[in-house]
């Protein structure tokens, strides 16, 4: 059994301590806007906040996770508030097939509040989501709308 804080709310989890957050977030706490993409923490489709830092829940165990608090997309939002870079993904039409963008904003959100303001440069180096769809300057967009909301 694990014990998780998931978008603030307690779960108890009949998983293995090696079981990976992803499944522990999708199979048994029933969260599935946290998609699987790779596997292997490459993609970033799994993006979620571990104490307020983007991880790649698919390469994070159950066990490592305990203790701490995790927020996945589902819990972004504020009392039906989207938060400003969920916003920022709608008004700059961002989305194509949509696959990586729970991931993806899960890691803008994260970079946003460590360098509210960042640079072409800060992006590049922070944000290495995959996008198969290659939106890439519609993100970059969203990022520095959100930055200046």
């Known amino acids: 059994m694990a014990n998780l804080t998931i978008n603030g709310k307690s779960f108890t989890l009949d998983v293995e301590p090696d079981t ?5 977030i999708r199979e048994n706490a029933g969260l599935t806007g946290t998609k699987y993409g790779c596997g292997i923490a490459q993609c970033g489709a799994c993006t979620v906040h571990m104490d307020g830092a983007a ?3 698919c390469g994070v165990s159950v066990s490592e996770a305990e203790g701490k608090q995790i927020t996945t997309i589902e819990g972004l ?3 039906g508030v989207l938060h400003k870079v969920q916003q920022a993904w709608l008004d700059n039409d961002v989305p194509q097939c949509g696959y990586c963008q ?3 904003i899960m890691a803008v959100a994260a970079l946003l509040k460590d360098n509210p303001k960042p640079t072409d440069q800060d992006i590049n180096d922070t ?12 993100v970059r967009d969203a990022i520095h709308a959100a930055a200046n909301a």
């Open 20 to 24: 990976p957050l992803l499944w522990a």
């Open 55 to 57: 991880v790649r829940s």
């Open 77 to 79: 939002t504020s009392e």
């Open 102 to 104: 729970s991931g993806m």
């Open 127 to 138: 944000i290495t989501n995959i996008c198969r769809c290659g939106t890439f300057q519609q």
